[in-house]
């Protein structure tokens, strides 16, 4: 065999060993890929599940912290309306007590009016007996009218004054010759120390008044 037919027969052997190669090859590169697919999709997989836990825990931080929130809007929410239902009620008492303040210093007057009546008719010359007893009667009137307005200290003045009067009353009204020095002599015992601790708890009131003000 001469050269030339030694190299045709070198080349058809070479051809089955130049493929098996290619096909070795080609499935390393084949297994390869799959290995390098499998690892990204593992890397994947973990990355997502990652994702996924951090994704759930911020969820759940961004619930608390919105519960968080909700909690205390609601807590001021409370707050400011324990001060708005604090500050009404403060201005309804202000309110009351400057009425019933007003009501109790024109009652009082009224009282004073009706005793100042009582003893001028009283202390006159002569007394006229129906005078005494209408004054004395505006005087009763006015006494109950300051039971209900209070306070205690003043009515219970004003109580021992209408029942002095009303002994005054019984004791002189039918003895209109009785001089009046003597009635101004009793006025003076029985009646004027009163007037004067009506006037101290009278005043003792209003300067309450004052100072809750």
Not at 54 to 78: C, G, I, P
Request: with cysteine.
């Amino acid at each position: 065999m001469d050269l030339a037919g030694a190299a045709a027969v070198l080349a058809l052997l070479s051809i089955p060993a130049s493929v098996l190669i290619a096909r070795w090859q080609m499935r390393t590169t084949l297994a390869q890929s799959e290995a390098t697919y499998r690892a990204a999709l593992e890397v994947a997989e973990v990355n997502h599940r990652a994702a996924l836990e951090v994704l759930d825990a911020n969820h759940q931080k961004a619930l608390e912290t919105a519960e968080a929130n909700h909690q205390r809007a609601l807590e001021l929410a409370a707050a400011s309306h324990r001060g708005a239902l604090d500050v009404a009620r403060k201005q309804a008492e202000a309110e009351h007590l400057r009425w019933i303040t007003e009501a109790r210093t024109a009652e009082y007057r009224l009282f004073e009016a009706s005793l100042a009546q009582f003893r001028r008719v009283f202390l006159a010359d002569e007394v006229v007996k129906n005078e005494l007893i209408d004054a004395h009667h505006e005087m009763h009137r006015s006494r109950y009218a300051i039971r209900q307005l209070g306070p205690g200290e003043v009515y219970d003045v004003v109580e021992r004054i209408d029942l002095q009067c009303g002994l005054i009353l019984v004791r002189f009204a039918k003895r209109t010759s009785q001089i009046p020095i003597e009635r101004a002599e009793w006025w003076q015992r029985a009646i004027a120390p009163l007037r004067l601790e009506l006037g101290e708890a009278v005043k003792g009131m209003l300067d309450r008044h004052i100072a809750s003000i």
